[in-house]
C-alpha cells in the first residue's frame, strides 16, 4: 500500500495523515506519531539547530550562517516594532518569532517532493490563529480592563451610524481567527493541489504516444513555473501570517482607533 | 493492533477530504502543542537572546568606535587650532621685533646724523669767528697801516706831522665811506 501511495495521481493523496507509529495515547488523548507529526518535529528541529548553531560563533563579523539567522531576527523584529511598538517587542517577540519560523520551516519542508506540509492542515493553522486570536482577548482585557472594548467604538463616528459600525467591528474582529487560519491553509493547500494536478499531467500524457510526450512539456513547464512561485508563497503566508499577528496583537496593546 | 490502527486509519483513498478528518486531529493538536512550545523555548531562552545579544554588541561596539573616531578627530582639530595660533603668535612677535629692531635703527641713525650736523655746525660757527676774527685783525692792521701812511703823505706834502689823532680821525672817516 506504501509503494502504491507513493506513484498516486491522487491530489488529495498527499494531505492524508498515517500514522508511523504504533498508537499512543495520553489518557483519552491519542498523540499517535504520524507524517504530521514526523514533519512538524523535523522543521522545529530543524529550525531550532539553525537558529542556534548559526549564532555559536557569536562573531561580531557575522559568517554566512549567522547573517541569515540575524536577518531573520531584524526581520520579525522590525515587522513587530513598526506594527505593536516598542511595547509589542517586549511581550510578543519571542511568540511572533515562533510562529514565522514554525509556520516558515513547515511550508519551506513541505516543497519537497513527498513530504508532508502541516500548514495544510486546518486544523494545525486554526489553532494557531486562536492562539493569537485568545492572546489578543486576554492581554487586551488584562492590560486595558474594559478599555479593551473601545477597539469596538471608533470614535468621530456620528451616533446615528455608531450602533452600525459597532455590529460591524464585532463581526469583523470574531471573524479575525477564521480568515487568519483559513488564508494558510486554503494557499497551501491549493498550491500543492495544483502542483500536484499539474505534475500528474506529464507522466499521463506522456503515455499517450508520441504526440503526448511532445505536448508534456506544457504541463512540465507549468509545474516548474508553479514550483518557483510555491516557494514565494511558503514564505510569503508565514509572513503574512507573522504580520497579521503583529496587528492584532496591536489591537490589544492599544485598543482606541 | 497496529494493522488494525492501519486499516482504521482516516483517511483512505475513499475517506472524507483528509484536512477535515475530525479522526485525526488529537494527535495533530497534541505534535502540534509539542513541537511549538519546543521551538518556542527555544527561541526566546536560547536563540532570540543570543542574536539580540550579539547585535545589541556590535551596535555598542560602533558607537563606541564612532564615539572614539570623535573624539580623535576633536582632538586633531585641537592641535591644529594650537599649531596654528601658535604660528600667529610667531609671526606676530617676528613682526614686533622687526618693527622695534627697525624704530631702534632709525632713532641711532637720527641721533648720529644729528651729532655729526651738531659738530659740522660747531666748526663752521667756530671758522666763521675765526675767519670774523681774522678780518677784524686784517681791518685793525689796515687802519693802523692807512693812519702811519696818511701821516707819511701828510708829513710830506705839508712837512708838518699831524696829530695820530687826527690821522685816526680821518681814516676812519675815509673807510666809512
Known sequence: MKGEALVSNDPIHQFHINPISEPIHFGALDATFTNASLFMVAGVGLASWFMVSAMKPGALVPGRAQVIAESAYNFIHGMVKDAAGE?????????????????????????????????????????????????????????????????????????????????????????????????????????????????????????????????????????????????????LQAYVFALLTCIYLNDALHPGH | MATNAHTEVPGGPKGAFPPFNAATFASQLVWLAITFVFLYVMMSKVALPRVGGIIEARAKRVADDLAAAEK??????????????????????????????????????????????????????????????????????????????????????????????????????????
Open chain 1, 87 to 235: 511595547e509589542g517587542v517586549k511581550k510578543f517577540f519571542p511568540f511572533v518569532f515562533t510562529l514565522f519560523l514554525f509556520i516558515f520551516a513547515a511550508n519551506m519542508l513541505g516543497m519537497f517532493p513527498y513530504f508532508f506540509t502541516p500548514t495544510s492542515q486546518i486544523v494545525i493553522t486554526a489553532t494557531m490563529a486562536l492562539m493569537v486570536f485568545f492572546t489578543v482577548i486576554v492581554v487586551g482585557l488584562t492590560k486595558n480592563g474594559l478599555k479593551f472594548f473601545k477597539l469596538f467604538v471608533p470614535s468621530g463616528v456620528p451616533w446615528y451610524i455608531l450602533w452600525f459600525v459597532v455590529i460591524i467591528e464585532i463581526i469583523s474582529f470574531f471573524s479575525r481567527p477564521l480568515s487568519h487560519a483559513v488564508r494558510l491553509w486554503a494557499n497551501i493547500l491549493a498550491g500543492h493541489l495544483v502542483l500536484k494536478v499539474f505534475a500528474g499531467f506529464v507522466p499521463m500524457m506522456a503515455t499517450a504516444g508520441i504526440v503526448g510526450i511532445v505536448g508534456s512539456i506544457l504541463p512540465l513547464g507549468m509545474t516548474v513555473a508553479l514550483y518557483a512561485l510555491e516557494f514565494l508563497v511558503a514564505f
Open chain 2, 72 to 177: 580623535f578627530r576633536k582632538e586633531s582639530d585641537d592641535a591644529l587650532a594650537a599649531y596654528e595660533k601658535a604660528l600667529t603668535d610667531a609671526r606676530a612677535r617676528a613682526q614686533a621685533i622687526a618693527g622695534e629692531t627697525r624704530d631702534r635703527q632709525t632713532a641711532e641713525s637720527e641721533a648720529q646724523r644729528k651729532r655729526l650736523e651738531d659738530g659740522l655746525n660747531a666748526r663752521l660757527a667756530e671758522a666763521e669767528k675765526t675767519i670774523a676774527a681774522n678780518k677784524q685783525a686784517a681791518m685793525t692792521n689796515v687802519s693802523g697801516i692807512a693812519v702811519e701812511t696818511a701821516k707819511a703823505i701828510v708829513t710830506q706834502l705839508i712837512g708838518a706831522a699831524p696829530t695820530d689823532k687826527a690821522a685816526e680821525a680821518a681814516v676812519a672817516d675815509a673807510l666809512k665811506r
